[in-house]
């Protein structure tokens, strides 16, 4: 269930906290370069690390969603750029393997979008269709199951509620702590950037 949150408070204690976690994390880490290709050709996709049934022993990455035209985001007369496709795939990239492996196609196409994991399940929010308009659909994969499930939808009362909270927008930044899902951030439906 989506519930509206402070986000000033929110960015600031994230900030903080994840500087202190990437200082450790770095001191652990053996950075290599590896090229691998997707089974499909993609432009503003989201790609989100889960951790496996072992924890990051064997955690994965999941690709969604994205610009699939032959020719990607094409730019027109008014000096914007425009996809002419967009896909509901999800593919699973095993970093160990050097492989991917297409998943069960996601409930709704969508791109410009974000994607949230806590605990087993990776949830998509927001984002945009091919008409442009905003996905208020929560799409929710559950990696034990292997299925997808919409769980509801973000209000769509014209990207920001009476209160100031943002509902839905596409181009927006998205993290889970526990069991909540953050977001900050975005395109309205003008492509007016929201500052908070």
């Not at 509206?4 to 950075?31: G, Y």
């Not at 610009?67 to 730019?75: E, K, L, P, Y």
Request: glycine content about 10%; proline content about 3%.
């Amino acid at each position: 269930m989506y519930n509206p949150v402070t986000i000033v408070l929110c960015i600031s204690w994230f900030m903080l906290s994840s500087h202190v976690a990437n200082s450790e994390l770095i001191e652990k880490l053996t950075w290599s370069w590896n090229t691998v290709k997707m089974n499909y050709k993609a432009a503003d996709v989201i790609a989100t690390y889960m951790k496996g049934p072992n924890g990051d022993e064997d955690g994965f990455i999941i690709i969604t969603g994205g610009c699939d035209h032959v020719d990607g985001n094409v730019g027109a007369d008014d000096g914007n750029f425009y996809c002419g496709s967009i896909t509901d795939k999800a593919l699973k990239f095993d970093p160990f393997g050097n492989s991917f492996s297409e998943l069960e196609a996601a409930p709704h196409k969508r791109y410009r979008h974000s994607a949230v994991a806590i605990g087993k399940k990776l949830y998509l929010i927001g984002g945009r269709d091919l008409q442009d308009n905003f996905v208020e659909e929560i799409d929710v994969y559950d990696t034990e199951t292997e299925k997808w499930r919409t769980a509801g939808k973000l209000p769509n009362d014209k990207s920001v509620d009476l209160k100031g909270n943002i509902t839905v927008t596409s181009d927006l930044a998205a993290w889970g702590y526990e069991d909540h899902i953050y977001v900050a951030g975005g395109y309205s439906t003008d492509y007016t950037s929201f500052g908070t």
